[in-house]
């Protein structure tokens, strides 16, 4: 008869902790690719580059703050680890031209 009670407290008490532990566990998840925002993001700093080139010239100054913008939008891909196309984003007027600061 005892054996029997001892046998029940273990099955309940275990039951107990195997619900506690479910209701209180969170699942691990994997940390969001935020690739196809980043790659959204540039691609609307590269079309607005173009816009603004067609617009008002190479170096002009809306040109300016859109490829500061266009920085911006790669360190933001960096803070959140995603990887961009280097070759389609990072060429000719799209980088910051830093030897344009210095004349300045």
Not at 7 to 25: Q, Y
Not at 36 to 41: G, L, N, S
Not at 45 to 51: G, K, L, S
């Amino acid at each position: 008869m005892a054996s029997n009670k001892m046998w029940s407290r273990v099955v309940f008490t275990s039951a107990l902790a195997s619900g506690l532990v479910l209701a209180v566990a969170s699942t691990s998840r994997a940390d969001r690719d935020w690739k196809e925002d980043c790659h959204r993001r540039l691609e609307a700093d590269r079309a607005r580059i173009d816009r603004d080139i067609h617009r008002h010239g190479e170096h002009s100054r809306q040109v300016d703050n859109d490829v500061a913008k266009m920085d911006a939008t790669r360190q933001w891909c960096r803070e959140h680890k995603s990887d961009w196309d280097h070759e389609h984003f990072d060429i000719g007027i799209y980088l910051h031209r830093h030897d344009d600061d210095d004349k300045r």
